[in-house]
């Protein structure tokens, strides 16, 4: 089983502001890696996969980076619809594998 | 568009079958190159991936709970199924189904809207 740990749990941000989340692997997933983004009460939303593919219909301000064992999501100017969970998810191998999130919240 | 409907009952007893049933509606289930997912979020909590199927029927499952999951695909229906046997307490959760992308590479790019299963006497 892949391990990985997001950090931070929660994150206290303003509109605006550049925020980053971090995921770590136990072990390398080469570029086999997805971030979602999850509000109250919905569904999980694809947002980037292949570690920095932008999922179509994704604004542009997210991003994604990293290979191997360390990756990031980045908000370049957060806006606020973006106040939400975010969570890095692992599909290089069985059992896929989810962190353990990263709340954003209203400073 | 593909969509992803879960349904079932939102109340199972111990000890008894969990039985939920995802409806693939815009798309076929039997176009290749897609695997249909379930996947769990115990309350206030993380992301749990349970298993998936192919169209053929073929099946991964997570080993925490391969002894307890069954997982099934109707083509002539467009649905999967789940089975989860000898429910818990922390069985408690919302239940989702997914489609395993090959356009964004195995990633899951479409969700269902999720229900709520409860496990209590």
């Given at each position: 089983v892949?391990?990985?740990?997001?950090s931070?749990?929660l994150?206290?941000a303003?509109?605006g502001?550049?925020?980053?989340?971090?995921c770590r692997m136990?072990?390398g997933?080469?570029s086999?890696?997805?971030?979602y983004?999850?509000?109250p009460?919905?569904?999980?939303?694809?947002?980037?996969y292949?570690?920095s593919?932008l999922?179509s219909g994704?604004?542009?301000?997210?991003?994604?980076?990293?290979?191997g064992?360390?990756?990031t999501?980045?908000?370049?100017?957060?806006?606020?619809?973006?106040?939400a969970?975010y969570?890095?998810q692992?599909?290089?191998?069985?059992?896929r594998?989810?962190?353990?999130?990263?709340?954003v919240?209203?400073? | 568009?593909?969509?992803?409907?879960?349904s079932?009952?939102g109340?199972v007893?111990?000890?008894?079958?969990?039985?939920?049933?995802c409806?693939v509606?815009?798309?076929?289930?039997?176009?290749?190159g897609?695997?249909?997912?379930?996947?769990?979020q115990?309350?206030?909590k993380?992301?749990?991936w349970?298993?998936y199927i192919?169209?053929?029927?073929s099946?991964?499952?997570?080993?925490s709970?391969?002894?307890r999951v069954?997982?099934?695909?109707?083509?002539?229906k467009?649905?999967?199924?789940?089975?989860?046997?000898?429910v818990?307490?922390?069985?408690?959760?919302?239940y989702?189904?997914?489609?395993d992308?090959v356009?964004?590479?195995?990633a899951?790019?479409?969700?269902?809207?999720?229900?709520?299963v409860?496990?209590?006497?």
């Amino acid at each position: 089983v892949i391990w990985m740990t997001q950090s931070p749990s929660l994150l206290s941000a303003s509109t605006g502001d550049r925020v980053t989340i971090s995921c770590r692997m136990s072990q390398g997933i080469s570029s086999y890696l997805a971030w979602y983004q999850q509000k109250p009460g919905k569904a999980p939303e694809l947002l980037i996969y292949a570690a920095s593919t932008l999922q179509s219909g994704v604004p542009s301000r997210f991003s994604g980076s990293g290979s191997g064992t360390d990756f990031t999501l980045t908000i370049s100017c957060l806006q606020s619809e973006d106040f939400a969970t975010y969570y890095c998810q692992q599909y290089y191998s069985f059992p896929r594998t989810f962190g353990q999130g990263t709340k954003v919240e209203i400073k | 568009q593909v969509q992803l409907q879960e349904s079932g009952p939102g109340l199972v007893k111990p000890s008894q079958t969990l039985s939920l049933t995802c409806t693939v509606s815009g798309g076929s289930i039997s176009s290749g190159g897609y695997y249909w997912s379930w996947i769990r979020q115990h309350p206030g909590k993380g992301l749990e991936w349970i298993g998936y199927i192919y169209y053929s029927g073929s099946t991964y499952y997570n080993p925490s709970l391969k002894s307890r999951v069954t997982i099934s695909v109707d083509t002539s229906k467009n649905q999967f199924s789940l089975k989860l046997s000898s429910v818990t307490a922390a069985d408690t959760a919302v239940y989702y189904c997914a489609r395993d992308g090959v356009v964004t590479d195995d990633a899951f790019d479409i969700w269902g809207q999720g229900t709520m299963v409860t496990v209590s006497s």
